[in-house]
C-alpha cells in the first residue's frame, strides 16, 4: 500500500502554530484519516527508504571490499613489476656498460687498422716506386736480351745447315755400309738356303721312311685292336655267375637278383662288395638295402650304367692306344713344320 501524501505545509510562524494544526486536522478529517495513520504511514514510508538506503550501503560495502582486495593485488603485482623493473634496469646498465666497453674496444682496433692501413698504403708507395724502377730495368734488359737472342738465331741457323750438311753425308756413309751388308747377307742367305735345301731332302726322305713304319705299327694296332675287341665280345658272352658272401642277405639278394637279370648283357658294369651294403658300381660307390624282402636297381642301372660305361671306355686300354697313335701321327707332321727355314737376323 503506497503511503498517502501529506498535504503539504504551508509556512508560518511560531505564533501561526495552532492555526496550522487546525487547518492539517481538517484536512484528514475531510479524507477519513487519522492523525495517527498518517503518521503510521509516514513511518513506513521512511522505513523502506531506511532499507533501500541500507540495502545500497551494504552492495556500496561489498564493492569496496572487493575493490580493496583487487587494489591489495594489483599493489602486489605492482611491487613485483618494480622489482622486475628494477631488475631490467639493472641489466639495462650492465648491457651497457658492456656495449660501452665493446664499442671502445671497436675504436681503438679501427684505430689500429687505420694506423696499419696508413702504414701498408706507405709501404705500397715504397714497392711502387721499387717497382718502377725494377720495370725500368727489365726493360733494359729485355732490350738486351733481345739482341743477345738474335745473335743466338744466326748461329743457330749457321748449326742447322751445319748438321744437315753432316747428317746428309753421315747418311750416305750409313747408305753405302747397308749396301755392303746387304750384299754380305745375301751371299750368306744364299749358301744357307742351299744347305737348307740339302737338309729338308734328307728329312723328307727320313719323314717318307718314319712314316712307312708307322703305317705298319698302324697296322699291327689294328690288328691287335679288332683281336681285343674279339675276345671282349666272348668275355661278354662268358659272363661269370655272382656269387654271395656268406651270411649275407644283402649281397644274396643282390646276387640272386644279378644272376636271375633276363637281359645279362646289359650288366656291362660289375657290383663289387667292400662291406656289408656298400657296393663299388664303376667310379661310384653305393649302399644297397634289401626292402620288403625285394632289391629294386633297376633305375639306378639304366640311369648310371651308361655313364660308369663311358668312364671305363675313357680309360681303356684300347682308347689310349688309339690315341698314342694320334699323337704320333701329329708329331711326325709338327716336326716337319718345325723344322722350316728360319730367316737369319739382319
Given at each position: 500500500?503506497?503511503?498517502?501524501?501529506?498535504?503539504?505545509?504551508?509556512?508560518?510562524?511560531?505564533?501561526d502554530?495552532?492555526?496550522?494544526r487546525t487547518?492539517?486536522?481538517?484536512?484528514?478529517?475531510d479524507?477519513?484519516?487519522t492523525e495517527?495513520?498518517?503518521?503510521?504511514?509516514?513511518l513506513?514510508?521512511?522505513i523502506?527508504?531506511l532499507?533501500?538506503?541500507?540495502?545500497?550501503?551494504?552492495?556500496?560495502?561489498?564493492?569496496?571490499?572487493?575493490?580493496?582486495?583487487?587494489?591489495?593485488s594489483n599493489?602486489a603485482?605492482?611491487?613485483d613489476?618494480?622489482?622486475?623493473?628494477?631488475?631490467?634496469i639493472?641489466k639495462?646498465?650492465?648491457?651497457?656498460?658492456?656495449?660501452?666497453?665493446?664499442q671502445?674496444?671497436?675504436?681503438?682496433?679501427?684505430q689500429?687498422?687505420?694506423?696499419e692501413?696508413e702504414?701498408?698504403?706507405?709501404?705500397?708507395?715504397v714497392?711502387?716506386a721499387?717497382?718502377a724502377?725494377?720495370?725500368?730495368?727489365?726493360?733494359?734488359?729485355?732490350?738486351?736480351?733481345l739482341?743477345?737472342?738474335n745473335?743466338i738465331?744466326?748461329?743457330?741457323?749457321?748449326?742447322?745447315?751445319?748438321?744437315d750438311?753432316?747428317?746428309e753425308?753421315a747418311?750416305?756413309?750409313?747408305?753405302?755400309?747397308?749396301?755392303?751388308?746387304?750384299k754380305?747377307k745375301l751371299?750368306k742367305?744364299?749358301?744357307i738356303?742351299?744347305?737348307?735345301?740339302?737338309?729338308q731332302?734328307?728329312?723328307?726322305h727320313q719323314?717318307n721312311?718314319?712314316?712307312?713304319?708307322l703305317?705298319?705299327?698302324?697296322?699291327?694296332?689294328?690288328?691287335?685292336?679288332?683281336t681285343?675287341?674279339?675276345?671282349?665280345?666272348?668275355?661278354?658272352?662268358r659272363i661269370?655267375?655272382?656269387i654271395?658272401v656268406?651270411?649275407?642277405?644283402?649281397?644274396a639278394?643282390l646276387?640272386?637278383?644279378?644272376n636271375n637279370?633276363?637281359?645279362?648283357?646289359?650288366?656291362?658294369?660289375?657290383?663289387?662288395?667292400e662291406?656289408s651294403g656298400?657296393?663299388?658300381?664303376?667310379t661310384?660307390k653305393?649302399?644297397?638295402?634289401?626292402?620288403?624282402d625285394?632289391?629294386?636297381i633297376?633305375e639306378?642301372?639304366?640311369?648310371?650304367?651308361?655313364?660308369?660305361?663311358?668312364k671305363?671306355e675313357?680309360?681303356?686300354?684300347?682308347?689310349?692306344?688309339?690315341?698314342?697313335v694320334?699323337?704320333?701321327?701329329?708329331?711326325?707332321?709338327r716336326?716337319?713344320?718345325?723344322d722350316?727355314?728360319?730367316?737369319s737376323?739382319?
Amino acid at each position: 500500500k503506497s503511503p498517502t501524501k501529506s498535504p503539504k505545509k504551508s509556512p508560518s510562524k511560531r505564533g501561526d502554530g495552532e492555526v496550522t494544526r487546525t487547518y492539517v486536522t481538517y484536512y484528514y478529517q475531510d479524507r477519513g484519516l487519522t492523525e495517527s495513520s498518517v503518521e503510521i504511514d509516514h513511518l513506513k514510508t521512511v522505513i523502506v527508504g531506511l532499507t533501500q538506503k541500507n540495502q545500497v550501503t551494504q552492495d556500496i560495502q561489498g564493492e569496496l571490499e572487493s575493490k580493496t582486495s583487487q587494489l591489495r593485488s594489483n599493489e602486489a603485482g605492482r611491487a613485483d613489476l618494480q622489482a622486475q623493473l628494477r631488475e631490467y634496469i639493472r641489466k639495462s646498465e650492465e648491457d651497457s656498460r658492456k656495449n660501452k666497453e665493446f664499442q671502445d674496444s671497436l675504436l681503438r682496433k679501427n684505430q689500429d687498422l687505420q694506423d696499419e692501413i696508413e702504414r701498408q698504403r706507405k709501404q705500397i708507395d715504397v714497392l711502387k716506386a721499387e717497382k718502377a724502377d725494377r720495370e725500368a730495368n727489365i726493360d733494359s734488359q729485355n732490350s738486351t736480351i733481345l739482341q743477345q737472342r738474335n745473335y743466338i738465331l744466326r748461329i743457330e741457323q749457321e748449326l742447322e745447315i751445319r748438321k744437315d750438311v753432316e747428317k746428309e753425308l753421315a747418311d750416305a756413309r750409313v747408305h753405302i755400309n747397308d749396301l755392303e751388308a746387304q750384299k754380305d747377307k745375301l751371299k750368306k742367305d744364299l749358301t744357307i738356303a742351299s744347305d737348307y735345301l740339302i737338309e729338308q731332302d734328307e728329312k723328307v726322305h727320313q719323314a717318307n721312311k718314319t712314316s712307312l713304319e708307322l703305317l705298319q705299327h698302324l697296322k699291327d694296332a689294328e690288328l691287335e685292336i679288332e683281336t681285343l675287341k674279339a675276345y671282349i665280345v666272348e668275355l661278354k658272352h662268358r659272363i661269370a655267375v655272382y656269387i654271395p658272401v656268406d651270411n649275407d642277405a644283402v649281397d644274396a639278394r643282390l646276387a640272386e637278383y644279378i644272376n636271375n637279370y633276363p637281359e645279362r648283357n646289359r650288366l656291362k658294369v660289375m657290383f663289387m662288395r667292400e662291406s656289408s651294403g656298400i657296393y663299388q658300381f664303376g667310379t661310384k660307390k653305393v649302399y644297397v638295402k634289401v626292402e620288403k624282402d625285394k632289391i629294386i636297381i633297376d633305375e639306378f642301372l639304366d640311369i648310371y650304367t651308361p655313364l660308369e660305361i663311358e668312364k671305363l671306355e675313357r680309360k681303356s686300354p684300347l682308347k689310349k692306344l688309339s690315341e698314342k697313335v694320334a699323337v704320333q701321327k701329329t708329331c711326325v707332321g709338327r716336326e716337319v713344320r718345325e723344322d722350316s727355314p728360319i730367316r737369319s737376323p739382319t
